[in-house]
Structures are given as C-alpha cells and as structure tokens.
C-alpha cells in the first residue's frame, strides 16, 4: 500500500502548480519559495510585509505568482487567509510562519508569549483544516516544527512546546490522510542563520558555528522531503539527526541538562 501511495504522490507530483507558503518574506520560507518557483510552482506568498512580498515575487522566475498580506498571529488575519486557501483550492501548503523568544519564562513578557502560541499553533491548525477538508488525492500539507519538538528547551520553553505540538499533530495527521493519498509532513529544521534569532532576542553567533545550517540547505532538504514523500517526519541536518539519536541513550534528565546548557535564552 505504501509504494502504491508514493507512486500516487509521484505521478501527481507533474501536476501540481499551486502552492501556498506562510513566512515567505525572509530565512527558510524565502529561500523554498526560490527553489520551488525554479521547479515551476505558482506561488503565493504570505506574510506581513507587503513591500517584501512584492518585491520578492517580481524576482521570482515565473509570471504568475501572487502575494496575502496578513499577520498570522492575528485571528481575523488567520479567518481570512483560511477562506482563500478554501476558494482558491491550493495543491500544496506549507505552514513556516512561526516566532519564538530567548528568555526565561517569567523573565519574558506573558503577552508575547501568548501571541507567539497563537501564531505557531492556532494557525497551523486553522489553515491545515481549511486546507485539509478539500483536499484531493495528491495533494500536500507541510508544517514547519522544529528539531526542538524532540527535545526540550529551557530558555525557550514555550517556543518549543509549541513545536511539540507540531510535530505531533502532523505526524497524526499524516497517518489520518495517508490512505486517502494526501500527505503530510512534519519537517523538523535544526538551528538556522535566519533573522530569527535577532527577532526572538538574540544573535546566531550564540550558536557554535558547527551547528548552524544555512536557510538554503535547510530549504533544498525541505524541498527534497516534500517530493520524496517518504515518511512523515523529517529532521534536517545529519548532526541534528545524530543528536536526536544519541538522546536515546541518555537520561531524559541528563538530556534536558545538556540542551539548557546550551541554551542562548538562560545566559545572562
């Protein structure tokens, strides 16, 4: 059944044109939107900057791409965006939006945090269940989680909390649409040279250098899952793989010690 649905996804794969990325204006959801408009997807990209997004799409090969401007950690935003992936009926969406802050949590501010649930959970669900309830065999979803969604984080304990829940709620509902020939994918990036650390309160060099993948690697992986379709989670990178791996050998408790040593949100 298994190779019969990845011939499905294969064959299908020629004929999708329609895409829709949130987070499209800078770091990861940037540089997939390159490679995916290369490979001749119609794109639409979504995020809070309109300037951005438009000059963005008038660089991107391809003539008919198109912009939604909308801040996602906004409820109304969110309802609008949902009723124009239920109209325009994409082949393809992929969640990247999302924020995080470096901090302890009663150092951090509580609204900030809240904002920042709504944005990397509420929406995720929101636009997947738009998405999702008028899909067709064929069709894709991909939600971007987190190598911190298989770990903890002290020091950004509610960011990858929610990514936990990303995670888990996309490898669930790859198994609920699997045999329907929709697939979903929960990827799962390691640490990035992105603006987002600078947004959430620090700067990438918190980060040996090591560690550190670039925003077009991780997107060649992402592509690279998505047209595979090979299983419903995918964590980027080799090291964070290895890592991930030699946690299963260790305590949970000595686990925990390690990631919030290395944590930029517990340093003074």
């Given at each position: 059944?298994?190779?019969?649905?990845?011939?499905?996804?294969?064959?299908?794969?020629?004929?999708?044109?329609?895409?829709?990325?949130?987070?499209?204006?800078?770091?990861?959801?940037?540089?997939?939107?390159?490679?995916?408009?290369?490979?001749?997807?119609?794109?639409?990209?979504?995020?809070?900057?309109?300037?951005?997004?438009?000059?963005?799409?008038?660089?991107?090969?391809?003539?008919?791409?198109?912009?939604?401007?909308?801040?996602?950690?906004?409820?109304?935003?969110?309802?609008?965006?949902?009723?124009?992936?239920?109209?325009?009926?994409?082949?393809?969406?992929?969640?990247?939006?999302?924020?995080?802050?470096?901090?302890?949590?009663?150092?951090?501010?509580?609204?900030?945090?809240?904002?920042?649930?709504?944005?990397?959970?509420?929406?995720?669900?929101?636009?997947?269940?738009?998405?999702?309830?008028?899909?067709?065999?064929?069709?894709?979803?991909?939600?971007?989680?987190?190598?911190?969604?298989?770990?903890?984080?002290?020091?950004?304990?509610?960011?990858?909390?929610?990514?936990?829940?990303?995670?888990?709620?996309?490898?669930?509902?790859?198994?609920?649409?699997?045999?329907?020939?929709?697939?979903?994918?929960?990827?799962?990036p390691g640490a990035a040279k992105s603006e987002f650390h600078s947004r959430a309160g620090k700067q990438t060099n918190v980060y040996p250098e090591f560690i550190l993948s670039s925003t077009q690697d991780v997107a060649k992986e992402l592509v690279a899952a998505l047209e595979s379709r090979?299983?419903?989670?995918?964590?980027?990178?080799?090291?964070?793989?290895?890592?991930?791996?030699?946690?299963?050998?260790?305590?949970?408790?000595?686990?925990?010690?390690?990631?919030?040593?290395?944590?930029?949100?517990?340093?003074?």
């Amino acid at each position: 059944m298994g190779n019969l649905l990845r011939s499905d996804y294969t064959i299908k794969m020629k004929d999708m044109k329609n895409l829709l990325i949130t987070g499209a204006s800078g770091g990861i959801g940037l540089e997939t939107a390159k490679l995916l408009a290369e490979k001749g997807y119609t794109l639409t990209l979504v995020a809070r900057s309109g300037d951005k997004l438009e000059k963005i799409k008038d660089s991107l090969p391809g003539n008919n791409h198109s912009v939604f401007v909308a801040d996602l950690s906004i409820a109304n935003d969110v309802n609008k965006l949902a009723t124009h992936i239920q109209d325009k009926k994409y082949d393809i969406l992929i969640n990247n939006a999302g924020s995080g802050l470096y901090g302890k949590f009663v150092d951090l501010p509580l609204d900030e945090q809240i904002s920042g649930m709504h944005l990397n959970m509420d929406a995720v669900v929101m636009l997947s269940y738009a998405f999702l309830k008028n899909a067709k065999r064929g069709d894709a979803l991909v939600n971007i989680a987190s190598l911190l969604g298989h770990s903890s984080f002290p020091g950004a304990s509610v960011y990858a909390s929610t990514k936990s829940f990303v995670a888990n709620f996309s490898e669930s509902l790859w198994y609920e649409f699997k045999s329907k020939g929709i697939f979903v994918l929960g990827f799962n990036p390691g640490a990035a040279k992105s603006e987002f650390h600078s947004r959430a309160g620090k700067q990438t060099n918190v980060y040996p250098e090591f560690i550190l993948s670039s925003t077009q690697d991780v997107a060649k992986e992402l592509v690279a899952a998505l047209e595979s379709r090979k299983k419903p989670r995918a964590v980027q990178g080799w090291k964070n793989r290895f890592m991930l791996f030699g946690f299963k050998f260790i305590s949970r408790k000595m686990a925990v010690n390690i990631m919030g040593k290395m944590s930029p949100g517990m340093s003074n």
